[in-house]
């Protein structure tokens, strides 16, 4: 079956910091990947997916990158944080575009 | 712009009773609808999912209902149990190329399960 790994589960950084966030899947070849944004109490909203290794779509602009140097591993960073990059971040992924996509456990991210 | 909403914030409901969270969606070419649950500090899991050449899907104590004339979609849970308590979230996806794999999410109705 497939599985879906986040960390860190939880992280404190300073403003001005960096950042990096890794998302692992396993069981399967070839998935869409996905980072989304939770604030609290709110929605989902999505920042990246990729399609394949080195595909990158950025669904809004910010202080955040993402990257995909493997077909299973997903890493979104920042060189400096802001305040306002606190949340709850959540990888997900899919086996077609069109198709459910799964979520991980998420990592909770306080900049202060 | 199109959007996927839910009707109600919150919903308390007792144990044992059947629960039904709306969500409505104002994207006439949405073909493919998902419901996710999200408890406290965890991802969305998801829960029963339903395409747009269906009105009615059922699962485990879950059934999807969906009325495109209305463009509205439900979730109803049957006996309600504690463990039910959480954030439930309806998604919306469309085969159109320029959305693909772009889920839209409603802002979520907090369930709120009472002895």
């Known amino acids: 079956s497939q599985t879906i790994h986040q960390w860190p589960a939880t992280l404190v950084q300073p403003v001005g910091s960096p950042l990096s966030l890794e998302c692992t899947v396993e069981g399967t070849s070839n998935p869409n990947l996905y980072w989304y944004r939770q604030a609290a109490g709110r929605g989902l909203q999505l920042l990246f997916y990729s399609v394949g290794i080195g595909q990158i779509s950025s669904e809004v602009p910010q202080n955040l990158s993402a990257s995909r140097p493997q077909d299973r591993q997903f890493i979104l960073s920042s060189k400096k944080l802001l305040l306002s990059d ?18 991980g456990p998420g990592t909770r991210l306080t900049v202060l | 712009g199109e959007s996927v909403g839910l009707h109600l914030p919150t919903l308390s409901v007792q144990e044992g009773d059947n629960s039904i969270i709306n969500c409505a969606y104002s994207n006439s070419a949405s073909d493919y609808f998902i419901w996710y649950k999200q408890e406290s500090g965890k991802g969305p899991q998801f829960i029963i999912d339903i395409r747009s050449n269906m009105d009615k899907r059922q699962g485990q104590r879950v059934t999807v209902l969906l009325n495109k004339t209305v463009k509205h979609l439900s979730l109803q849970i049957a006996a309600t149990q504690p463990g039910d308590s959480a954030v439930y979230f309806c998604a919306e996806n469309s085969f159109k190329a320029d959305s693909w794999g772009k889920l839209q999410f409603g802002a979520g109705t907090q369930v709120v399960v009472t002895p």
């Open chain 1, 86 to 103: 606190s949340g709850f971040y959540l990888c997900a992924w899919s086996v077609f575009q069109t198709d459910t996509q799964y979520f």
